[in-house]
C-alpha cells in the first residue's frame, strides 16, 4: 500500500489549495481515508475523512465550513479542498488509509495503518 499526499505549498491568508491523496497498492471495496495534519510544536489532528462502508463523510468541527473532502474511486484518489486559509493552517499534512469495514473514530489516528509521507502547507503573507 502507498499513499502519497501533493498540493501543498506557500499560500497567502485567504487563499485556497486543494491536497491530494493518491492510493494505490490495495483491492478493498470498503476503506477510508483521512486527512490529518501536524504543526510545529502540536499533535497530529484529525480534520476530515471519507468512508465507503457508510458513505459517509466526516470533519472537525473547526475546519467543517472551510475544507471539503472528495474522492475519485477510480484511482482512488482522495481530494482536501481548503478554502479561506490562515496561519493557524500551517502544518504538515498527511494522508491515512484503513481498510476494511471500519467502525471506530475516522478522525483518530489509531485507527488508521498506513500513512503518507505528508505535504507542508504554510500560510503566509
Known amino acids: 500500500v502507498q499513499l502519497v499526499e501533493s498540493g501543498g505549498g506557500l499560500v497567502q491568508p485567504g487563499g485556497s489549495l486543494r491536497l491530494t491523496c493518491a492510493a494505490s497498492g490495495f483491492t478493498d471495496d470498503y476503506y477510508a481515508i483521512g486527512w490529518f495534519r501536524r504543526a510545529p510544536g502540536k499533535e497530529r489532528e484529525g480534520l476530515s475523512a471519507i468512508s465507503t462502508s457508510d458513505g459517509r463523510t466526516y470533519y472537525k468541527s473547526s475546519v467543517r465550513d472551510r475544507f471539503t473532502i472528495s474522492r475519485d474511486d477510480a484511482k482512488p484518489t482522495v481530494y482536501l479542498q481548503m478554502n479561506n486559509l490562515g496561519p493557524e493552517d500551517t502544518a504538515v499534512y498527511y494522508c491515512?488509509?484503513?481498510?476494511?469495514?471500519?467502525?471506530?473514530?475516522?478522525?483518530?489516528?489509531?485507527?488508521?495503518?498506513?500513512w503518507g509521507q505528508g505535504t507542508q502547507v504554510t500560510v503566509s503573507s
Open positions: 491515512a488509509l484503513t481498510l476494511g469495514f471500519y467502525t471506530g473514530s475516522y478522525l483518530q489516528t489509531y485507527g488508521y495503518e498506513y
